[in-house]
């Protein structure tokens, strides 16, 4: 069984900063492309952050030059720096990751549980 767990949510003040991490763990034969969406209650979900098997990154336009995506391929671990946060950065944030388990030779999504983050004007 393979899991994704975030950690590192909670509240800030606006201006201030979080960071967030992702674990993934279980039966891993490889992990491709990993990212970070969020989602506020009555929207639909957007990505964030993503950064691909070979290191591409991409953010959406509302956290460039505040947020910045890290990955270690070797414990299998995303993060997320986010800075200058801004009240309408408060959501539920979700790890994703597109994973081939040990037992299953295909790529498939998986999706974290989600952790909160909350930022106070």
């Known amino acids: 069984q393979v899991q994704l767990v975030e950690s590192g949510g909670g509240l800030a003040q606006s201006g201030g900063s979080l960071r967030l991490s992702c674990q993934i763990s279980g039966h891993v034969a490889t992990v491709g492309d990993m990212a970070w969406h969020r989602q506020v209650p009555g929207k639909a979900r957007e990505s964030v952050a993503s950064i691909s098997v070979i290191g591409d990154i991409n953010y959406a336009e509302s956290v460039k030059g505040r947020f910045t995506i890290s990955r270690d391929y070797v414990k299998h671990t995303i993060d997320l720096q986010m800075n200058s946060l801004k009240p309408e950065d408060t959501a539920v944030y979700y790890c994703?990751?597109?994973?081939?388990?040990?037992?299953?030779?295909?790529?498939?999504?998986?999706w974290g549980r989600g952790t909160q983050v909350t930022v106070s004007s």
């Open positions: 994703t990751a597109q994973i081939s388990r040990t037992t299953a030779p295909r790529f498939d999504d998986y």
